[in-house]
């Protein structure tokens, strides 16, 4: 066996593949071992060394009982020619702290603009009693998907399939129903009181509620 | 197939090695193989009060003497499937015990019509102790939990390296490693982790790597006596030093628990599995037996059940 201030499995005498509650246990073991007085070291290490070997028994697990630590541990241990003294716990701390860049926010469809149609867009514009199939029409011809309007509006695509096509046994209370409206209307550019007014008075209408 | 031998040792005397070297012959008779317990306490003998049997003349006394060959000296015991051989009961003038008898005394065992050969070992590092100890397919050490057994329970263990290495070294170089090794008890070491193995190696050049050898065979310890979890746990922490100061891995195969039933069968001269069979001991005793002899047995399951 290597004796090595920074071979923290040496320490606490346990193999690298262990989980993580067997390393809670051996530290438990070695703190009891080598703390107070325990008959086991009497004649073997002194109280000094016992104090000494505590303090290792300590770093090894605030190494190894730290998750984070203990895979950035086992990476750097896995690498060749690797520095001992680099693997203090101060080291590795430090090393954790190296805070990863987080990807950039990725939408699933850019909307695609068509070519523009002044009649359709007078249309809708004068358009004073909206329902589901016209707000599909818009969104349509804005080129925009569901799966888009979903990710903007953090409406699930499922509601927003179910304003559009009217599906009454797919919807929750007019109240939520309101919102949804109020929420892809503002997306679609749209007089958004207007637009929620009808649809909800159609809805009320058309479904008795 | 030739006998297993089990030596059972122990640092300091009335730690408990005569009973459990009888437990475990009970036990494993009760596991229906065939168990001889030899008593080699040569500095008085009582694994025959145990069994509440009569002193008799046919004892190792007469095997040592070469009255006797060591199959006619059996004597059996009211458990079927175990036998046992007497020790010697007359000190005064116990023959010596040549390294040359002892080495006879284990190949003959080995040859005899039984599964396991248990013997039952006196106190301390003695010479013959230590060859039987060394020859033995597995060895106990039996330790209790005052500071007094564990103090002398290292001494043996070192006494037990010390004897090992001269196996593999020649004269010279053993007359080197025990200098050093005087050397070593007496020095502040500076640096903690300065183990055992290394300071042997740096102090005198010779390769002790037979350390991992004696690991395929690991001394196994047992607690006896104990009386509460942290007592229990002491055993892993003795595992931990010999770790850490001899770099010498044992095994610590399990505790044994304090039971009043112990002195109590004592005294009516009969041995605890037989006279109180259902105490917790024998499901203690059934689980250290089933993990040596089946290890991937779930034994602590066992001890659940019992």
Known sequence: ?209 | MAAQVWAIGAGKGGVGKTFVSSSFGITLSKMNSKVLLIDFDFSGANLHTLFGSELSDRNLRTYVEGKAALAEIISSTSVPKLSYVQGFWDTWGAPSLTLEKTKALISEARELPYDYVIFDMGPGPHVANLELFGAADERFLICNTEPTTIEKTYRFIEAFICRELQKVTNKEQHQKLITALQSFHIKEKSNVLFSFRNYLQEATNIDVDFFAELEKHPVRLILNGTRSRAEQDLGYSIKSVCNKHFDFGIDYIGAVEHDNAVWQSVKSRKPVLLDKPFTPLAGQFLSICKSITCPNFQSNLYKAVV
Not at chain 1, 101 to 112: F, L, N, R, T, Y
Not at chain 1, 119 to 136: H, R, V
Not at chain 1, 173 to 202: C, S, W
Request: aromatic fraction near 12%; glycine fraction near 4%.
């Open chain 1, 1 to 209: 066996m290597e004796v090595s201030k920074y071979n923290y499995y040496d320490i606490l005498e346990i193999s690298q593949q262990c989980p993580q509650h067997e390393v809670t246990t051996a530290y438990e073991r070695a703190k009891t071992t080598y703390s107070g007085e325990n008959p086991a070291i009497y004649t073997i290490f002194s109280e000094h060394e016992a104090r000494e070997l505590l303090k290792l028994v300590e770093e090894a697990y605030a190494v190894l009982g730290n998750k984070t630590l203990r895979a950035i541990y086992d990476e750097k241990l896995s690498q060749k020619n690797v520095n001992l003294a680099d693997l203090s716990y101060e080291n590795l701390k430090a090393l954790s702290k190296v805070s990863v860049p987080e990807a950039p926010k990725k939408i699933s469809s850019e909307p695609v603009q068509k070519e523009k149609d002044p009649n359709f867009e007078s249309e809708y514009l004068a358009l004073t009693a909206w329902d589901g199939q016209w707000i599909k029409k818009v969104r349509e011809y804005k080129g925009l998907s569901v799966g888009y309007m979903s990710e903007v509006t953090k409406i699930s695509s499922f509601y927003i399939t179910a304003v559009e096509e009217e599906q009454i046994e797919n919807l929750p209370a007019p109240v939520f129903v309101r919102g949804y409206v109020v929420q892809i209307a503002k997306v679609l550019g749209l007089n958004e009181k207007l637009v929620a007014d009808t649809y909800m008075k159609r809805f009320k209408d058309k479904f008795g509620k």
